[in-house]
């Protein structure tokens, strides 16, 4: 993964254009897929609109396709549309989100996917990938470092968290452009990409 690479918005020469549940978004056109994973960004808004990304994702590939969701996406995706076919992933309830963020990393939630992809035999080559998309370049690369292999599936805009999330490094692509490129050296130096 080139340091540099995709540090505030994914982009690729195969991303279209989508139009699903009256939303536009950005997808590499693929065909049938086995599972959406999602990775949350913060803990406010942006998982919001990520619970909506999986939503349109379903409604564009299969609407029975299984999700594999962080736990803040999760919550506000059962809160919108329901449990079927949708599983959290990796945080104790009874834990604050504080801890919980510190706790399980991007690779911690692809790690923990790809257990879940293995357990209910689908297929790990076929994902759709939702993540903000700052933060796509990475999912994508830890993902083949742990085995997975997806399509990106993105909002048309890059927007950021409210200012009131306790993940500081989402409010804004300055404070993302710095977290990010502390956490692909980091990724780098342990040989997670």
Known sequence: ?????????????????????????RAIPAEKRSVIVGTAFGTTSCNERLADTVYGARMHFDPELPAILQKEIFDRYVQLYGVHKTISVGTDNNKDISTVVSEIDTKGVLSIARDIIDENYLDRERLVYVAHPAHMQRVIEVGKKVGLSGVPFLEQEVQWSNSDDRQRWTISATRWFFRELLARVHHKWNGYT
Do not use: C, F, P, Q
């Open 1 to 25: 993964m080139g340091l540099w690479k995709n540090m505030l918005d994914y982009s690729h020469g195969s991303l279209t254009e989508i139009v699903a549940a009256d939303r536009k978004y």
